[in-house]
């Protein structure tokens, strides 16, 4: 797997600097990194290099907390840009879980009838990255040759928010099986209201295969083989999680590599994805996958601190799910730095509530929710950088979906739900 580097360039425009991402087997940064974690990790028989630099980002010239960038001074809703396509999408997919057997059908609809839809935060952002990559929606009046490659482009980027939609909610049925869930998105799991775990599974498998058919009609190799790569990765995150060893519970660097699979993968090869089939260049499609690779770690990262501070009617699943299943997280790991102690705790496992209630008293008297944070921050802050750095453009619905996807890294670290 390819990471990049971000390296600075002079430009004669109004910037001053610009940053590019080129191909280079790490991802390194101008400032010494504050902490890096790499490794070798042997997966399904291959190997796959990772390296996990955490910069110090005070030098950087865009910062999603401190900013005067232009880009990032006119503020608009990210999920009001797309409204009307993401509409369009979540139609579409209702009629692609369509299917002859009532029983799979009401499993396979069960998150995507309306209301219970979720966020949709996935689509959105593949939406606005299409636009951000300079293909605009053409009025409806035009019908040029051209008006008409651009609408078949467009229809088949909305495929791919569609695709990467229907693989992140099997995961999610697959994930409410393995963890013997019965809350999810503030209603019951399919497996508790169908009281079926095996229905669950098979409307998973089956939601997957749907992906699967809409992926070969984008008849494009490199895309499918980017997307069933996420498909592998989630499958080796998840064994990942539940295989571990005592050491590797307490590594950092398993835990941002398992993070990357179950999490970031999805949305980071999907946004290359959208890049791709635009057309673009082999720079710019790594500069959308960075964005949503860094993006999915600071989402993972805020999802782990608030299943600590959050309460289950926000979150809508029960708080302090991780620690209960022994799932240990970046906050944990991180009060373990300070109190060593902590970690004899988590060698003796959570089935003993006691063990729960010291663990969280540690994490307490710790810096672990705050360093989680500003984790977060750091990989937020890369994700604008990413985005920050595509080719300039004049085009006002280019600019503004930039300004949504910045405006999604601070939405990102700063939601309580």
């Known amino acids: 797997m390819l990471f990049s580097r971000i ?4 430009s004669t425009g109004s910037n001053g600097c610009r940053w590019f991402l080129s191909h280079k087997p790490h991802l390194q940064f101008l400032n010494p990194p504050a902490y890096s974690y790499s490794s070798t990790h042997k997966v399904l028989g291959c190997r796959e290099n990772f390296s996990w630099g955490l910069p110090a980002l005070h030098g950087f010239r865009h910062n999603i907390h401190h900013q005067s960038s232009s880009l990032v ?42 209301g219970v839809e979720g966020k949709r935060f996935r689509p959105t952002v593949l939406l606005l990255m299409a636009t951000a990559m300079n293909i605009s929606i053409l009025e409806p009046s035009l019908r040029g040759p051209g008006d008409a490659l651009t609408k078949e482009l467009r229809a088949r980027q909305q495929r791919i928010a569609e695709i990467t939609e229907m693989i992140h909610v099997a995961s999610l049925l697959h994930d409410d099986v393995l963890d013997d869930a019965d809350t999810r998105r503030g209603i019951g799991s399919l497996n508790f209201v169908m009281g079926n775990k095996q ?18 009609s984008l008849k494009n190799t490199e895309v499918v083989s980017l997307l069933a790569k996420v498909v592998e990765h989630l499958v080796t995150g998840e064994t990942m999680q539940m295989t571990t060893t005592c ?39 790594m500069l959308a996958y960075e964005y949503g690779k860094n993006l999915g770690l600071a989402y993972q990262l805020i999802d782990d601190v608030l299943d600590f501070t959050g309460t289950s009617a926000s979150l809508g699943k029960g ?50 929710i705050q360093r989680a944070r ?44």
Do not use: W
């Open 7 to 10: 390296s600075r360039i002079r």
């Open 73 to 114: 001074e006119e503020q608009n809703d990210p999920f009001s840009l797309v409204a009307d396509e993401l509409s369009m999408v979540a139609n579409r997919l209702r009629l692609m879980v369509v299917t002859e057997v009532p029983k799979l059908a009401s499993a396979a609809e069960y998150f995507f009838k309306m």
């Open 199 to 216: 229905l669950a599974v098979l409307a998973g498998d089956f939601l997957l295969s749907r992906a699967c058919v809409a992926l070969a």
């Open 247 to 285: 050491e590797q519970r307490c590594s950092m660097e398993y835990y941002m590599q398992k993070t990357y699979y179950k999490t970031a993968s999805l949305i980071s090869n999907s946004c290359k994805a959208i890049a791709l089939l635009g057309g673009q260049t082999a720079e710019v499609a």
């Open 319 to 368: 708080s302090l799910s991780d620690i209960r299943h022994g799932i240990i997280t970046a906050p944990i790991l991180f009060a373990m730095e300070e109190f060593p102690q902590l970690r004899e705790v988590v060698d003796r496992g959570f089935d003993d509530p006691a063990n729960v209630d010291l663990a969280l008293d540690y994490l307490g008297k710790s810096r672990g």
């Open 374 to 417: 500003e984790l977060a921050k750091k990989h937020a802050n890369i994700a604008a950088e990413a985005i920050d750095s595509l080719p300039e453009s004049n085009d006002e619905d280019v600019r503004k979906s930039r300004r949504a996807l910045l405006d999604l890294t601070e939405r990102v670290i700063t939601r309580t739900k």
